[in-house]
């Protein structure tokens, strides 16, 4: 099959995605072949007024911030030094905890396999309590005892619940182990890669001299009532500032194409910023109980990828040097908007099995 009809199949699904009222817009990102394609279709807010999607905007990545900012900053760390933790230790060994957690390993936060439970309210303790105006270290502590009383939901590496939990206890830790915020420490790892000049990828972008037209609108604020763009969807983040690693990554469709295509070569053993062993460690790490290697999903031996509530995903294929990213902002204006689901299995599907053909 030739490329080209590839990409009309693309901007075909991606037009009918728009119509059908699966999102208001998304933007496509296909590394293949040393080459970069890019195609988006839609319009990034509907409301107060329609705005045109442009290629560099924005997007909230929702839960491809555990791969992209809080795995890839443990995976550069462990790199430069890897005497600070041992992922196969217990958590014990870093963290005072009372419950049977600490026992977990901790690699088992990384593919879901650890017990805990998928998600918590926590925002309801940080934010309708009137703690909102607490430094932000104090919070995740207080999310980091919260979830140290909760008992856990089945015997760890007995089975896999995608859970949120977890990492908030690997922010934690990694904050506590590297003595500096998540943010500032991605910001570190971040220097390894030579970022193009139409990159974004990072935390609190408005923080960023970022302005709000630059940033694709998500869903309606339950406590300000107003649409939120540039504040994380996340509510539990939201609650901690912004940051964690869970949710708060933003980032256009060029800074996750730079950083997947860092990780791939990486894999490849043809960069020196990351060890390669590191890498495969990550990507190929299987247990038959889980469908996550460390911190990334499985498709199949080949295939890593991940998902996010807004509506974005990434898949690679180690074996075809093949990067897909998705980018959309379904929750907008309405977050119980589901449609994603199928099309984006659909989407996933049909790329990857057209450019097998090719």
Same mark, same amino acid.
């Given at each position: ?40 279709? @839609? $319009?990034?807010? *509907? %409301?107060?007024? +329609? &705005? ?8 909230? =990545? ?103 939990? @977890? $990492?908030?206890? *690997? %922010?934690?830790? +990694? &904050? ?8 500032? =420490? ?107 290697? *460390? ?64």
């Amino acid at each position: 099959m030739a490329f080209s009809k590839i990409l009309i199949d693309v901007y075909k699904l991606l037009d009918s995605g728009v119509k059908e009222g699966v999102f208001p817009c998304a933007i496509v990102g296909i590394f293949y072949k040393d080459q970069r394609y890019i195609i988006g279709r @839609g $319009y990034k807010a *509907l %409301t107060p007024f +329609l &705005e045109p999607l442009e290629d560099t905007d924005i997007f909230d =990545l929702a839960s491809l911030t555990k791969p992209l900012a809080l795995v890839f900053t443990l995976m550069y760390f462990l790199s430069k030094n890897s005497n600070k933790i041992d992922i196969f230790q217990p958590l014990k060994n870093y963290l005072q905890l009372v419950s049977p957690l600490k026992e977990v390993l901790i690699y088992r936060f990384l593919n879901h396999t650890s017990g805990l439970r998928a998600w918590y309210p926590f925002y309801e303790f940080l934010i309708k309590n009137k703690k909102v105006n607490e430094e932000r270290d104090t919070k995740l502590l207080k999310i980091v005892k919260k979830i140290d009383t909760l008992s856990l939901e089945y015997t760890p590496g007995r089975g896999c619940i995608y859970s949120d939990l @977890g $990492y908030f206890i *690997l %922010t934690y830790l +990694l &904050e506590k182990i590297y003595k500096d915020n998540l943010e500032n =420490l991605f910001e570190k790892a971040k220097k390894s890669i030579k970022f193009s000049k139409k990159s974004f990828l990072g935390f609190k972008p408005l923080e960023k001299n970022i302005s709000q037209e630059r940033i694709v609108p998500t869903s309606v604020c339950p406590w300000s009532k107003k649409i939120l763009r540039g504040l994380v969807e996340d509510e539990n983040t939201r609650a901690l500032g912004g940051v964690s690693g869970v949710a708060g990554l933003f980032g256009n469709i060029y800074g996750i194409l730079d950083i997947l295509e860092f990780l791939l070569i990486a894999y490849k053993e043809k960069n020196k910023e990351i060890f390669s062993e590191i890498i495969k460690l990550f990507f190929e790490f299987k247990e038959d109980v889980s469908n996550f290697s *460390l911190g990334f999903m499985y498709k199949n031996r080949e295939i890593v990828g991940h998902l996010g509530f807004t509506g974005c995903s990434f898949f690679i294929d180690l074996k075809r040097d093949l990067i897909v990213v998705l980018l959309t902002n379904r929750v907008h204006p309405d977050r119980s908007n589901q449609k994603i689901k199928e099309f984006r299995k659909v989407f996933h599907e049909k790329l990857l099995n057209s450019l097998l053909l090719k």
